[in-house]
């Protein structure tokens, strides 16, 4: 996992609560990077999995809470720092439809050796989509983050439900997103 979804993390929690706790959990989850990223590093996605546990401990969040909040974390950054990517996009849906062709395509240059999930879309109506989640890392949950980070961006508000499953090593995610005025 990439170097720069760590430093986003720790970013998040000193914002958040504050940077002595985010010093406290680096400690609590006895890191083999020792806690220290570079954005460009990669390192093991077990090490993200322990900051959370960590993280869920201190505050008494539920893990899959504070990552979903972490993926709204970081969209509202990816839109700041790759604003290219939103640009000339239509809303939530167009968006999600460009990850797989466009954005992941763009990160693969930046990232050759980047492990990135795969994502497929379908437009099952005007107001309505199915997206699913593929990869070997247990983070639907941050998925579903970026999703609604996403629709934040574009101002929509979006129902979004789940079914998650498991296709041999492959966690699997169908999420089905509807459009409300």
């Excluded at 093991?44 to 909040?69: K, M, N, P, Y």
């Excluded at 809303?91 to 497929?120: C, M, N, W």
């Excluded at 005007?126 to 970026?146: I, K, N």
């Excluded at 498991?166 to 005025?181: A, C, P, Q, W």
Aim: charged fraction near 25%; proline fraction near 3%.
């Amino acid at each position: 996992m990439k170097g720069i979804v760590f430093s986003e993390f720790n970013e998040m929690v000193e914002e958040m609560y504050s940077p002595a706790l985010a010093d406290r959990i680096i400690t609590q989850a006895n890191l083999a990077s020792g806690g220290a990223y570079t954005t460009v590093g990669t390192y093991d996605h077990q090490e993200l999995l322990a900051l959370v546990t960590c993280l869920s401990g201190e505050t008494g969040i539920a893990a899959s809470d504070l990552v979903r909040t972490f993926g709204r974390h970081l969209a509202a950054r990816f839109s700041a720092l790759y604003p290219a990517f939103f640009e000339g996009v239509g809303g939530t849906f167009d968006f999600l439809e460009t990850i797989e062709q466009h954005v992941h395509v763009e990160v693969r240059k930046l990232y050759p050796d980047a492990e990135l999930p795969t994502f497929s879309t379908e437009r099952t109506g005007p107001d309505s989509m199915v997206m699913v989640y593929q990869s070997r890392r247990p983070f639907a949950d941050l998925a579903e983050g970026l999703i609604e980070g996403c629709a934040s961006h574009f101002a929509e508000r979006i129902t979004i439900t789940r079914s998650d499953g498991k296709n041999g090593e492959l966690h699997r995610t169908r999420f089905t997103l509807s459009r409300i005025d």
